[in-house]
RNA sequence: GUGCCUAUAGCUCAAUGGUAGAGCCCCGCUCUGUGGAAGCGGUUACACGGGUUCGAUUCCCGUUAGGCACCCCA
């Protein structure tokens, strides 16, 4: 665990995916395509390093997720950077960059791939971490694409086995009706100004929307008598929330409308969502929601950077939160196909004669595994066995000198011997 | 950024104010001619820095990292 050198530890929030971890993110970005695929998003590959301004621009005016939040360099040349944290703003910088609105619209991407954010590491949050989202940009305003994303999104978590998949929607309206219901949402809340928490009393003034989800049980008691969002919906609101329901309840996705799904960022607007998994506590009896990821449309990203209006909707997952589901649920997924077959050499003209073996197999689109570093016939069967290798071929000294070379049955112990020129035509017979 | 808890071998854990041991794993040997078993042997640790002390892995402080929670959560 601890080396004596500071420089041999990865750095604070990050993570080293071990090869006897890869299966289960190989599957997890397996899932990932064949979703896309299915649904018909193309791949996009964004840089990791921005220019800060993107994200501070696309944030707007929430100052504690640009001062705080952000992962930030300055380059030689004293430029300011960014690792990117959310994959949204870069893909909106693309579309406007190479005139993505030309090419047939709505463009539908999809993408796959590590984020940073700058906090403390705790439960599933760290600094460097993977997101995959799937984006719905131009075209229509229209709420079908709404729809389209979650059930993007839903189904690779359905495709990963994971259980109890729920999404909680939401709209927070438009710059219509959305300013009304937060003076309705802040005049309730003063008047209940005693019966709250101080962190909520200071985001009365910083992000009023977010005052919907404070966990303070205080709080969660004013909560439930605040006035909600979609009651004040304005006209053109309310049917495109309508609308997306219907969607939903046609594709029977298992939805729940739930008020206190809100978005901490000024872009967003009518639709937001976020997706939940049940999952057993350690004790094996309480359950327990844990979120997945979310999304929403963001209508006025593209205002904020100064283009005209486009509409645009879309959502991320969170991959190590997916990861941890997948180990914790025990949910099988198969791991490396290893090779079946294993040369086993002894001495060395037999090992001379084994290299250029394994490169015949090669070339017929057979891969045979080896352990030819080792000596002894034993430690050699051993390493077999524990690749799980079916069949052992073993070449001896007598064996070369015969032309000729043995087959082993790992299971049962049988083995024959062959011509050396037959064995590779033999072998693909058998596997 | 804040608070609480933690830090001994690759992993899971012991013990101790006089510098550490087990199980598992790994490696080697028995075994350059037959693996799964067994036996024998071996590698590897007190996170870092400072203080108290004759002496600190042990007590104290700081740092770093991890865990949990808060803030925040695009």
């Not at 420089?7 to 896309?36: C, M």
């Not at 005052?211 to 049917?239: F, G, H, N, Q, Y």
């Not at 649920?329 to 079946?340: D, Y």
Request: with cysteine.
């Amino acid at each position: 665990m601890a080396k004596k050198n500071i420089n041999f530890y990865s750095v604070k929030g990050t993570h080293d995916i071990l090869p006897s971890e890869q299966y289960i993110w190989e599957k997890i970005r397996k899932e990932i395509r064949d979703v896309a695929e299915t649904y018909s998003f193309s791949r996009i590959d964004t840089p990791i390093i921005e220019n800060l301004d993107l994200f501070q621009r696309g944030v707007g005016e929430a100052t504690d997720i640009v001062e705080k939040q952000m992962f930030t360099l300055t380059t030689k040349g004293g430029d300011k950077l960014v690792l990117r944290p959310e994959g949204t703003s870069a893909i909106a910088r693309a579309y406007i960059q190479h005139g993505l609105s030309h090419v047939g619209q709505p463009l539908k991407v999809y993408y796959e791939g590590p984020f940073f954010r700058y906090e403390n590491p705790q439960a599933g949050r760290y600094r460097q971490f993977h997101q995959a989202g799937f984006e719905i940009i131009g075209g229509e305003n229209d709420p079908i694409y709404d729809v389209q994303v979650m059930l993007a999104n839903l189904r690779l978590l359905e495709s990963l086995k994971l259980k109890n998949i729920s999404i909680h929607v939401n709209s927070i309206g438009c710059k219509t009706c959305r300013p009304i219901y937060k003076k309705k949402l802040l005049s309730y809340y003063k008047s209940k100004k005693k019966e709250i928490c101080k962190d909520c009393n200071r985001r009365m003034n910083d992000n009023p929307l977010r005052l919907l989800d404070c966990k303070d049980e205080k709080c969660e008691v004013v909560k439930k008598s605040a006035p909600i969002m979609i009651d004040d919906l304005c006209a053109t609101c309310r049917r495109h929330f309508k609308e997306v329901l219907e969607y939903a309840e046609e594709l029977k996705l298992p939805y729940q409308i739930n008020p206190f799904v809100v978005r901490g960022l000024d872009y967003y607007n009518r639709t937001v969502f976020e997706f939940f998994t049940e999952i057993n506590n350690a004790e094996g009896e309480k359950s327990l929601s844990l979120a997945l990821g979310g999304g929403g449309r963001y209508d006025y990203l593209f205002e904020i950077f100064g283009q005209r209006s486009t509409p645009a909707v879309g959502a991320a997952l969170g991959l190590e939160r997916i990861a941890e589901v997948i180990k914790s649920l025990k949910i099988n997924i198969p791991v490396r196909q290893k090779n079946k077959v294993f040369l086993i050499v002894i001495g060395i003209e037999a090992k001379k004669r084994g290299m250029s073996l394994v490169e015949e197999f090669v070339k017929s689109g057979i891969n045979i595994s080896e352990s030819m570093g080792k000596n002894s016939l034993g430690a050699q069967l051993k390493a077999a066995d524990k690749e799980g290798a079916v069949l052992a071929l073993i070449l001896g000294q007598k064996e070369v000198f015969k032309e000729s070379i043995i087959i082993r049955d790992m299971k049962t112990g049988v083995q024959e011997t062959i011509l050396l020129k037959k064995v590779v035509a033999e072998i693909k017979r058998r596997v």
